[in-house]
């Protein structure tokens, strides 16, 4: 065959090609809202059609037997019958992925968790069906932490209300009664006054600390502080609380540690854990607060307790606002009924927001019959 003859019917194939592929194209424009398997026939129809018509044109012309021609035409539907079988089975593959798709979607609006199918009709579709649950997952995680986050939120309201009624009713009567002249010691009743106000006091202070930190507001004018001298006096000032609850309040620490921080701030978490381990700890428990070097290189302050430790489904939940310990970390009041914690439950919440500003990090956990917090802040040369 010479190259114009081939050039003749390399054109004519073209031309019959470009026809049904315009025809395909408005076929499937017109099917845009129908199924899949609907669109992926027209598809193999197409391409059926297009090697059919230019091949019976270029034998046409070539004058074959009407013989060659049945055979040919016979051989062609069923190459095409095939074809369009095998894109039928692909559609309803990709249909039913597609249903899969859209239910996981809905189950992630929902908040259920995405069930995964036996197979899927590609790697891609597997990749995005095992995305597609990790995410439930993940949202399902986050609503669970939202959650918790408004469960605590709604107990350190309630928890608030409390604590701010008891002193404010307690002033108002002391108030009341200084007022009718039915008090024999005024003195005493103006020291309890001062008592409730300081109470008060402390209460607004750390509900002001923790609104700065969540708003990232927190400023902290850092130097070089060595944590042997601001922990030792920490436990100074806390040392007549202890002793007033008959408490072993110690400091074991290493002389030498000295890290870049506020000496405010940081004194604060101190005292904060200090105050926290007092409050759950009955009457001559061992107290231990301790500065050391930790294998990492960075400096480590701990502060251990016995009072029993805490409930392992708890100590997530440890830092967070509003959260207050259970009855096992809460030591039993004067008629052996389960006490309760003092304060509104911001201290360790106080405590991390410190810490992180720091770029340290705090942990908890139990051991030696009792809770152990490490703080870990970056070592700074002397």
């Not at 039913?96 to 979607?105: F, H, P, Q």
């Not at 920490?234 to 202890?242: E, I, K, R």
Request: proline share 4%.
């Amino acid at each position: 065959m010479t190259a114009s003859a081939l050039l003749a019917v390399a054109g004519l194939a073209l031309a019959c090609a470009t026809i049904v592929g315009c025809l395909g194209l408005l076929v499937l424009r017109l099917l845009s809202r129908s199924s899949l398997v609907l669109q992926l026939v027209v598809v193999a129809a197409a391409t059926v059609t297009s090697l059919v018509s230019g091949m019976a044109a270029a034998a046409s012309l070539m004058y074959l037997s009407s013989d060659d021609l049945i055979v040919f035409y016979w051989i062609a539907a069923v190459t095409g019958l095939v074809s369009v079988s095998m894109a039928a089975v692909l559609g309803r593959s990709l249909a039913r992925d597609n249903r899969y798709l859209r239910a996981a979607a809905a189950s992630i609006g929902r908040g259920e968790p995405v069930a995964s199918p036996d197979r899927h009709t590609s790697h891609e579709f597997a990749a995005l069906a095992g995305e597609l649950a990790a995410t439930g997952e993940r949202l399902a995680a986050l609503r669970a932490r939202e959650d918790r986050v408004e469960g605590s939120r709604r107990e350190l309201v309630a928890w608030i209300s409390h604590d701010l009624r008891t002193p404010l009713a307690g002033i108002r009567a002391m108030a009341e009664a200084l007022e009718d002249g039915m008090v024999e010691d005024p003195d005493r009743y103006y020291a309890q006054i001062r008592g409730q106000v300081d109470r008060l006091t402390g209460m607004v202070d750390d509900l002001f600390a923790l609104s700065r930190i969540h708003a990232g507001t927190l400023q902290l004018a850092l130097e070089p502080v060595s944590l042997y001298d601001l922990i030792s006096d920490t436990v100074a000032d806390l040392a007549p609380v202890a002793a007033a609850k008959s408490l072993d309040l110690r400091f074991e620490g290493e002389q030498g540690l000295t890290v870049l921080a506020d000496p405010r701030e940081l004194a604060r978490v101190v005292g904060n854990l200090v105050m926290n381990a007092m409050q759950q700890s009955a009457p001559g428990s061992p107290i231990v607060v301790s500065a050391l070097e930790h294998a990492d290189g960075r400096a480590v302050i701990s502060v251990q307790d016995t009072a029993g430790g805490i409930p392992e489904h708890d100590l997530g939940r440890v830092f967070e606002a509003g959260w207050r310990a259970s009855s096992p970390r809460t030591p039993p009041d004067q008629h052996g009924q389960p006490g309760r914690t003092g304060g509104a439950g911001l201290g360790l919440a106080i405590v991390q927001g410190i810490v992180q500003a720091h770029r340290g990090e705090v942990v908890v956990y139990n051991r030696d019959g009792g809770c152990r917090f490490d703080v870990f802040l970056p070592a700074h040369p002397a």
